[in-house]
Nanobody, 124 residues
């Protein structure tokens, strides 16, 4: 079974940067979609960015476009989310997800396997 694990969460001051990493273990498929979502208390889960396993088909949500970047990591089946100019409203649990849709989307229903999440807290 596919396993998904996030790392890199923590506390940061507003205006700072943070890199989150996601490791996909035992993907069983060469090609898949990987996405980052986030959820704040009292809010619905929000799609942030998605990338194809081959490194293309990148999509970034308007809410973070220009500040967040998604990319393949240094190791196989590793993906990074680089967040810059963080704001208090970026405080959330950030989730990594694995999906096999033909098109990589920011819709949570298109993703089958999820990590447990990593907390990012941005202080003003």
């Amino acid at each position: 079974q596919v396993q998904v694990a996030e790392s890199g969460g923590g506390s940061v001051e507003a205006g700072g940067s943070r890199k989150l990493s996601c490791k996909i273990s035992r993907p069983s498929y060469m090609y898949y979609c990987m996405a980052w979502f986030r959820q704040s208390p009292g809010k619905e889960r929000e799609g942030i960015a998605t990338i194809y396993s081959g490194g293309g088909r990148i999509s970034v949500a308007d809410a973070v476009k220009g500040r967040f970047t998604i990319s393949r990591g240094d190791a196989e089946n590793m993906f990074d989310l680089q967040a810059h100019d963080l704001k208090p409203e970026d405080t959330a649990i950030y989730y990594c997800a694995f999906g096999r849709a033909q098109v990589c989307t920011l819709t949570s229903g298109d993703y089958v396997f999820w990590g447990q999440g990593t907390q990012v807290t941005v202080s003003s």
